[in-house]
T-cell receptor, first 112, second 115 residues
Framework: SAVISQKPSRDICQRGTSLTIQCQVDSQVTMMFWYRQQPGQSLTLIATANQGSEATYESGFVIDKFPISRPNLTFSTLTVSNMSPEDSSIYLC?????????FGSGTRLTVV | DAKTTQPPSMDCAEGRAANLPCNHSTISGNEYVYWYRQIHSQGPQYIIHGLKNNETNEMASLIITEDRKSSTLILPHATLRDTAVYYCIVRVEMNYGGATNKLIFGTGTLLAVQP
């Protein structure tokens, strides 16, 4: 299965600022996914990142708040924009193959 | 929305089999059932998946009912390291150039393995 490297692993940010999270995969993958996990909660899918096209966002998530880039088949970034304390969560990158899905270890974000 | 229902928590004695149930009564004919687990502060870890037939691998067994409306994940000999949140997921089919599909997580079951 693919190996995912996510950076940063954690960060503490000031409200009103933005943070860009990087997801690097050790092999080429078609589909990449970004999830959010709020404290004590399950994972919520933010968007599907498709190489060469706009990301597809789930209900409740918008591009202005969570812009995503997917410049090639091994890399993606998620930006959390204009942050507020409610954005404090773990953000996880995932990649999918026909049957298997692998997750990164996540970025733990605290907004103060 | 997630298409699965799981009990919020379960206990299991170390060394015994852990049987985790999952209801997915609205599953479609071509939708797979996946199981993942998440140990505290880590990313979800793949366990097993299936469509119709029962499946077994080195980690667990997956039993899917004939009508496919429910399934059970079996950890044959639970250890303390199996304490985690277990997610039963019905993979949502997408149509994107024939590529892969997305996982929508439910609330999961917190399995506590007791010594």
């Amino acid at each position: 299965s693919a190996v995912i490297s996510q950076k940063p692993s954690r960060d503490i940010c000031q409200r009103g600022t933005s943070l860009t999270i990087q997801c690097q995969v050790d092999s080429q993958v078609t589909m990449m996914f970004w999830y959010r996990q709020q404290p004590g909660q399950s994972l919520t899918l933010i968007a599907t990142a498709n190489q060469g096209s706009e990301a597809t966002y789930e209900s409740g998530f918008v591009i202005d708040k969570f812009p995503i880039s997917r410049p090639n088949l091994t890399f993606s970034t998620l930006t959390v924009s204009n942050m507020s304390p409610e954005d404090s969560s773990i953000y996880l990158c995932s990649v999918g193959a026909n049957y298997g899905y692998t997750f990164g270890s996540g970025t733990r974000l605290t907004v103060v | 929305d997630a298409k699965t229902t799981q009990p919020p928590s379960m206990d299991c004695a170390e060394g015994r089999a852990a049987n985790l149930p999952c209801n997915h009564s609205t599953i479609s004919g071509n939708e797979y059932v996946y199981w993942y687990r998440q140990i505290h502060s880590q990313g979800p870890q793949y366990i097993i998946h299936g469509l119709k037939n029962n499946e077994t691998n080195e980690m667990a067994s997956l039993i899917i009912t004939e009508d496919r409306k429910s399934s059970t994940l079996i950890l044959p000999h639970a250890t303390l390291r199996d304490t985690a949140v277990y997610y039963c997921i019905v993979r949502v089919e997408m149509n994107y150039g024939g590529a892969t599909n997305k996982l929508i997580f439910g609330t999961g079951t917190l399995l506590a393995v007791q010594p």
